[in-house]
């Protein structure tokens, strides 16, 4: 039989103008359970592209114009009425017959939209029509002179779509799939014409070619049942003969074998995922295309088909005459990257027949967006966003004002308006309410911990606490004179870890703590007083109104704490991490002097000894006198530089400053090392970013940044041999001063009305303590962290008041939430989608919620004593610069100093930030103004004398805050001092815009519609008129 003859039943891709659309309406076939439901569409017998001006003018009007429901009986096309009078009548009444749902009876839709919504809406608890993730791929026929023809993978798709690249040796980028919009026409014209076939049970390719294309020839069916050659197969082909022959006898005895690149792409595809098989190519026996769609149910693993070993459920099959392999390849990409649609992917599961599935493509046709051809280069891939905005919107019709979907969370602008929040009116009730809340997830608060971020996370934060804890500490040491004990932090740490609500906030030594310490140390020196004992009557004062702070339920208060003082205080406790860190960097060039004056060629003659001070202090001769030194007996000459500094001699000569040689390389070494050790971390931990690596190995080195650092520098610093100065820990548990015991009695020396009188102190103490306490618990608890076990404000008010009161008695530091050390822990234990398509960002799952971490954290701080041998060894300005980056990290989220840089960028170069779409550039600007000076007056009252009232100011932003509201209107403040993260307002913005649009152009789109259907109606009359009156114009 010739060729003209075989191709005689095949079915056409493009619709012919010689035979209407829907002369051969599409029916569905009852069968038994086990057969294919088949529809076989159209039968035109031609394929043109050279189309005339009425198949252009329907064209257009069919897909650009108001989408026509496709089940409706309303006409699809007023312009073709218009032009064509009855002649189309008669045309438009055979395509309204085609597009009625066949074998069902089903409702009257708007909109392709509309029909996709009440697919997708309805309740089917069929399991084999559940919608899975995919993997698609597209194979495509490749014949060579003197080789049998195969099919050879060309593309694949998981989320985005990747390319063999033409020299067919490695796969592409993953990039967004950009198709024109005549292959998405052409594809519908396919879907329209072929042979669809839903629910067919088929085990092997064999069944499927035999039993669904049985109207094909013989060449047909062995075509496609031709070998498939895979990308992983070219690499194998690519080793040596030894090694390519091995990895044959491995596959021999195992199909399912897979390489390296195999496994590791497998990990990436989500599990129960299912295939999607694409099959286009050319056939020189051909002369009209050959199109069919088919789902198999259930599923069915078809060996060597797919790349993966992954059941397969739809197959799209496109053969054609030779000459329009690229017209091919472009509508195969075109149903790949429909079926990565989220949409489009559950109607094709849940299509009951081939309407529902053009329904689905004209719902795509609505979304998509067209970018002229003069504008951009089509041959550029585009990146994968980072963000993907939800698709829900298009899967429910039931939208709310707000752009949001009926059935699904609406955002509270407040975010503090959570139940933990609500006073209930009984003593210790919210205390009640929070060991009931977080008991049922104890157990879970240690199981969660089994990971290797949380082995990462305690030993970073280890030496991230060490830096505070010994910085702080020094200073409080230095500022009470060596009174305060440092094992306070191990204690006091643990005993918060174990109990507290929520254990996710790192206690320490803080800023606004050590000032106030100072204060007290100075006043007790002044007046004479035992400054332990009286700081212990303050300690118990404060312990006991945290308690009842937390009896009355005063921790709803919260509520009362905006974004505005959040970030002004967060900003201030940031501010001060990186001025200690920067502030002991330089006092380290009082101890390790260099010469600004340095002469290179003098070097030779520059000198540095110790002699006998030749007019010694009032002050030296004291020192002498009680040390019982005479001056004249010392050999000063031998003296070291220590010996020299302890017996109060004088440096003399060109190498020596004022307070002893200079020492140029140890204070160079120590600036190399801090900023080193600023940007090696910084760099590290944005390493999980970049392009280098697997996405295990960067997000190991990402996780574990700051302790690579620390142990790099230590290895250098090692190596060089260079005397920077270290990390000192005592090596034995014991009060800090001999003069003091383990516990300080609250009386003491001091009178007794100091034990009455200390509760005025103790007020304001309470109140920095509860404002540091609970301003960082609401930045941790924030809602964009995605928390789960729920929130402990009582709880952990109660935890600190309680250490409080213990670590006074005992003479220890004051621990309270550390602002920064909070935020850096909660960043260093979020969870991200491990099972991530190529090219698609990790989405961001919550945060690791558990207790482990901070338990270790202080169980090793406590244990640092047994740890000497090693801890000696880092450097100091290792942990200052530590010190540095948690500060400066802990800056990017406050949105304080975004909102700073905008006094220096023009209009047009400003961030797309949400605030500025509602809010006023002037109005921005004094919002930050007013916070940028309630910030500065912060660090002035810090620094100065009056910084005993330093809790009563941070109190005082709260009043600021409520005092705003006469400058700012409230909607302008809902935008500028609000908890919501950006993405999840931009989303609502998005939505708005979107549902104003739609309904824009619904009530356009019913306006029309009406008009054609009463157009309809007149002419349906018409026609019965002429029918029945006329007969004889009949």
């Given at each position: ?553 005063a921790s709803s208060l919260v509520c009362y704490i905006t974004r505005f003082t959040e970030e002004a205080f967060a900003s201030l406790i940031c501010i001060i991490f990186i ?202 608890n924030r809602k964009e962290h995605k928390l789960k076990k729920g929130c402990g404000y009582h709880l952990d008010l109660f935890m600190v008041g309680v250490m409080l009161g ?97 006094f220096g960028m023009p209009a047009k170069h400003q961030p797309d930030f949400i605030y500025l779409r509602h809010v006023p550039l002037r109005k921005v600007h004094l919002f ?107």
């Amino acid at each position: 039989m010739d060729t003209a003859d075989q191709g005689a039943q095949i079915e056409p891709l493009l619709p012919s103008a010689s035979s209407p659309i829907g002369s051969s309406v599409g029916r569905r076939s009852l069968r038994n359970d086990d057969e294919a439901v088949v529809d076989r569409g159209g039968t035109r017998s031609e394929q043109r592209t050279n189309f005339e001006q009425e198949d252009l003018e329907g064209h257009r009007t069919l897909y650009i114009g108001v989408h026509v429901p496709l089940g409706s009986t309303r006409h699809r096309s007023h312009r073709r009425h218009r032009h064509h009078g009855n002649k189309y009548s008669r045309r438009r009444s055979k395509e309204r017959a085609r597009t009625l749902v066949e074998g069902r009876e089903s409702p009257i839709y708007d909109t392709p939209s509309q029909r996709v919504q009440f697919l997708l809406g309805a309740e089917d608890d069929d399991e084999e029509h559940i919608p899975h993730d995919l993997f698609t791929e597209m194979d495509e026929i490749c014949v060579r002179e003197g080789q049998d023809s195969e099919w050879r993978e060309s593309a694949r798709w998981l989320k985005f779509e990747e390319d063999v690249e033409d020299g067919g040796e490695r796969w592409s980028k993953p990039y967004v799939a950009t198709l024109s919009l005549h292959s998405l026409f052409e594809l519908r014209c396919c879907i329209i014409n072929s042979t669809v076939l839903l629910d067919m049970r088929a085990s092997t390719i064999e069944e499927i070619a035999g039993n669904d294309l049985n109207s094909l020839r013989k060449k047909v069916r062995e075509t496609l049942l031709k070998q498939h050659h895979h990308q992983n197969q070219k690499k194998l082909a690519n080793r040596l003969p030894l090694v390519r022959s091995i990895a044959d006898i491995g596959r021999k005895t195992s199909e399912l074998h897979l390489d390296k690149n195999d496994i590791h792409f497998m990990k990436k595809i989500p599990p129960g995922a299912e295939a999607c098989n694409v099959l286009v190519g050319e056939l020189e026996f051909l002369n009209k295309p050959v199109v069919a769609f088919v789902r198999l149910s259930p599923a069915v693993l078809l060996n060597g088909l797919a790349e993966v070993p992954i059941a397969t459920r739809f197959l799209f099959i496109l053969l054609g005459p030779l000459g329009r392999g690229p017209q091919y390849h472009e509508i195969g990409r075109s149903i790949a990257t429909l079926m990565t649609d989220e949409v489009f992917h559950d109607v094709a599961y849940k299509a009951k027949d081939r309407n529902d599935i053009i329904a689905g493509i004209d719902e795509f046709l609505d979304q998509v967006t067209v970018l002229p051809p003069g504008e951009w280069d089509p041959s550029i891939r585009i990146e994968p966003p980072k963000n993907v905005p939800s698709q829900e919107k298009r899967k429910k019709s039931n939208i709310l004002p707000n752009g949001l979907v009926e059935g699904d969370e609406e955002e509270e602008h407040d975010a503090h308006g959570s139940p933990e929040l609500q006073r209930t009116g009984r003593w210790f009730g919210g205390l009640i309410l929070d060991i009931k809340r977080k008991v049922p997830h104890y157990l879970s608060d240690y199981t969660d911990a089994f990971s290797l971020q949380c082995v990462a996370s305690f030993l970073f934060l280890y030496c991230a606490c060490m830096s505070p804890v010994i910085t702080f500490g020094g200073l409080l040491g230095e500022a009470t004179e060596g009174r305060i004990s440092l094992f306070g932090a191990s204690l006091t740490g643990i005993a918060y870890s174990l109990f507290a609500g929520q254990p996710l906030t790192i206690l320490g030594s803080t800023g606004p703590v050590l000032v106030f310490e100072k204060i007290l140390f100075k006043f007790c020196k002044y007046y004479g007083l035992s400054y332990l004992s009286l700081r212990t009557c303050i300690g118990l004062w404060t312990a006991f109104l945290c308690i009842l702070l937390v009896a009355t339920d005063a921790s709803s208060l919260v509520c009362y704490i905006t974004r505005f003082t959040e970030e002004a205080f967060a900003s201030l406790i940031c501010i001060i991490f990186i001025y200690e860190a920067l502030e002991k960097l330089i006092h380290l060039g009082k101890h390790y002097p260099f010469n600004k004056n340095n002469n290179l060629d003098k070097l030779t003659l520059y000198s540095c000894s110790c002699v006998e001070p030749s007019d010694p202090t009032n002050g030296t001769l004291k020192y002498w006198e009680m040390n019982n030194i005479t001056a004249s007996e010392i050999y000063w000459e031998a003296l070291e530089v220590k010996g020299c500094i302890e017996n109060r001699g004088e440096f003399v000569g060109s190498a020596c400053g004022p307070q002893g040689p200079y020492v140029p390389d140890v204070l160079f070494w120590c600036v190399i090392l801090f900023f080193s050790t600023v940007f090696m971390s910084a760099f590290l931990k944005e390493f999980k970013f970049s392009n280098y690596f697997p996405t295990k190995v960067r997000s190991v080195i990402s996780d574990f940044a700051v302790f690579i650092t620390i142990l790099t520098m230590v290895l250098v610093d090692y190596a060089l041999g260079v005397p920077s100065p270290k990390l000192k820990v005592p090596s034995v548990f014991k009060p800090t001063r001999d003069d003091r015991g383990w516990f300080i009695t609250p009386l003491g020396p001091n009178p007794w009305w100091t034990a009455v009188i200390t509760v005025v102190p103790a007020m304001l103490c309470t109140i920095l303590i509860f404002m540091d306490q609970q301003i960082t618990a609401v930045i941790i608890n924030r809602k964009e962290h995605k928390l789960k076990k729920g929130c402990g404000y009582h709880l952990d008010l109660f935890m600190v008041g309680v250490m409080l009161g213990v670590c006074s008695l005992m003479g220890l530091p004051w621990f309270v939430a550390a602002t920064v050390l909070s935020i850096t822990h909660v960043n260093s234990l979020k969870l991200e989608s491990e099972c991530s398509a190529p090219g698609e960002q990790p989405k961001f799952l919550g945060i690791r919620e558990q207790r482990f971490t901070g338990l270790m954290i202080f169980a090793l701080m406590g244990c640092s004593v047994f740890m000497t041998s090693v801890l000696k060894f880092i450097p100091m300005p290792v942990l200052y610069g530590v010190f540095l980056y948690m500060g400066a990290s802990s800056l990017r989220g406050i949105q304080l100093f975004d909102r700073l840089r905008l006094f220096g960028m023009p209009a047009k170069h400003q961030p797309d930030f949400i605030y500025l779409r509602h809010v006023p550039l002037r109005k921005v600007h004094l919002f930050t103004i007013i916070q940028l000076s309630c910030l500065v007056l912060l660090w002035i009252i810090k620094t100065s004398r009056a910084a005993i009232v330093f809790p009563m100011m941070v109190l005082a932003l709260v009043f600021i805050r409520k005092l705003m509201d006469c400058i700012f209107t409230k909607r302008e403040l809902s935008w500028l001092d609000d908890l919501m993260p950006e993405s999840k307002k931009k989303k609502l913005e998005d939505a708005e815009e979107v549902l104003k649009k739609s309904n824009k152009k619904k009530s356009h789109s019913n306006i029309l519609l009406d008009c054609l259907s009463l157009w309809h109606c007149f002419d349906k009359l018409m026609q019965f008129y002429n029918i029945y009156f006329c007969p004889e114009l009949h």
